[in-house]
């Protein structure tokens, strides 16, 4: 009997779950390397549209995550007081959007792959990767394998040592995520997600977002140049000042959020040789669409499809790039567009433009989501 194929994977992120219990699925052995000592998810709470729940059903995820996620009826933006888009959601033939704490996506995947059979490994750090197929990690351990995985973030050290150029670029604005409770803040319009914009005195977002019976998650958007409202700990009077109906939420943050400034990421190529480069360490993106875990769902799944339909690891890869690529690049850049020019204060567009990847069934994953 043939040996089973091997993958060394690096991140224990959403990129890296994901390709674990994807190409344990389908009969390889994997070993995923996590930096940090525990297993956890950084940040506060996240929004998943369709694709992203779709690729959670076909890793065995999706009745996990659906347990602890909150289904809002509605999405609304309101601009300086006023209601400037109404659209209904999660009802029957409306878009699926679940909303939850990063923490109970984070276990429900760790569950997945462990699950399909996946080795997870903490306080594992990876320094680099060879294109023959082999990750180096810090402690100076050399694994071989027939592929590695970089799903090692936004600032991968596996993508780095291979060379591969990347062009990066900043926004004017970035995020304060927090995760605080619903008391006084629960039922009717409060069981809405909000997206609350404010010009005067001066440019701040909140996208108000029930993520479970009783947590919220605020994404509090700030320019970088206004330092006094994206400072940590959240200075709650700029804050209040522009939203009062919130006061309750705000004035109970304490110490806790991070702020973190839109960046994008974008390579001439998503592989070396064995390596791919797979979620953020690929194409982060500004999350104006919330879809960066989305794609990188997808594209760690559609890299697990792809193995299994090709006969050499550089054959999958080609064909990966070339089937997925093409709308990972098209979020990206409306990402980048919308984050550029706050069009979102005038109401979320549910064009497809912009819910291109929201409306795609993802490579591998075209089983409806079982709703009963
Ligand atoms: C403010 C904000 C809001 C967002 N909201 C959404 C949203 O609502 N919906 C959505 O789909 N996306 C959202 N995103 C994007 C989403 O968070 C990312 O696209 C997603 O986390 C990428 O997953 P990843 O696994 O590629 O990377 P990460 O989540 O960064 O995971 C990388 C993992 O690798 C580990 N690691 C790092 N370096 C090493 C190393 N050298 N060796 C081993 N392990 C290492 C890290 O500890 C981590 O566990 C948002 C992003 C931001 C900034």
Not at 61 to 71: L, W
Not at 192 to 212: A, E, K, M, N, Q
Not at 298 to 316: I, K, P, S, Y
Request: aromatic fraction near 6%.
């Amino acid at each position: 009997m043939a040996r089973a194929r091997h993958a060394e994977i690096a991140g224990a992120g959403f990129a890296g779950l994901a390709a674990a219990a994807a190409l344990c699925r389908r009969g390889w052995t994997v070993r995923v390397h996590e930096a940090d000592r525990e297993l956890r998810a950084f940040g506060a709470g996240i929004f998943i549209w369709s694709n992203g729940l779709r690729v959670l059903n076909a890793l065995g995820a999706y009745a996990d995550v659906r347990a602890g996620a909150f289904a809002a009826p509605a999405y609304e933006t309101r601009t300086d007081g006023e209601t400037l888009a109404f659209e209904p959601i999660n009802g029957p033939n409306r878009y699926r959007l679940l909303t939850m704490t990063r923490q109970h996506l984070h276990a429900a995947m760790v569950k997945a792959a462990r699950a399909a059979g996946a080795e997870l490994v903490t306080g594992s750090e990876a320094v680099g990767a060879a294109p023959e197929g082999e990750l180096h990690l810090a402690d100076g351990t050399r694994l071989e394998a027939d592929i590695v995985i970089g799903a090692d973030g936004v600032r991968s050290k596996v993508r780095d040592s291979l060379g591969i150029p990347q062009e990066r670029r900043k926004y004017q604005d970035g995020i304060i995520r927090v995760l605080t409770d619903r008391t006084g803040l629960k039922g009717g319009e409060w069981d809405h997600v909000i997206d609350f914009w404010c010009h005067r005195p001066r440019t701040l977002r909140i996208l108000y977002t029930p993520s479970g019976e009783n947590d919220l998650y605020m994404a509090m958007m700030a320019p970088v140049a206004d330092k006094e409202a994206s400072a940590i700990p959240v200075n709650p009077a700029p804050w209040i000042d522009c939203f009062p109906q919130l006061a309750p939420a705000l004035s109970r943050l304490g110490d806790r959020g991070r702020y973190d400034a839109y960046e994008t990421t974008r390579l001439p190529t998503w592989s070396a040789g064995r390596v791919a480069i797979v979620g953020d360490s690929a194409h982060a993106m500004p999350p104006t669409l919330a879809q960066g875990a989305g794609c990188a769902m997808m594209n760690a799944l559609g890299l697990a499809v792809a193995l299994d339909e090709t006969h050499t690891v550089e054959e999958a890869l080609r064909l990966w790039e070339a089937r997925e690529r093409p709308l990972t690049d098209h979020t990206q850049r409306r990402a980048a567009e919308i984050a550029a020019s706050r069009v979102l204060a005038s109401g979320m567009k549910w064009d497809d433009e912009g819910l291109r990847a929201a409306r795609h069934v993802p490579t591998g994953a075209d089983m409806p989501l079982d709703d009963r």
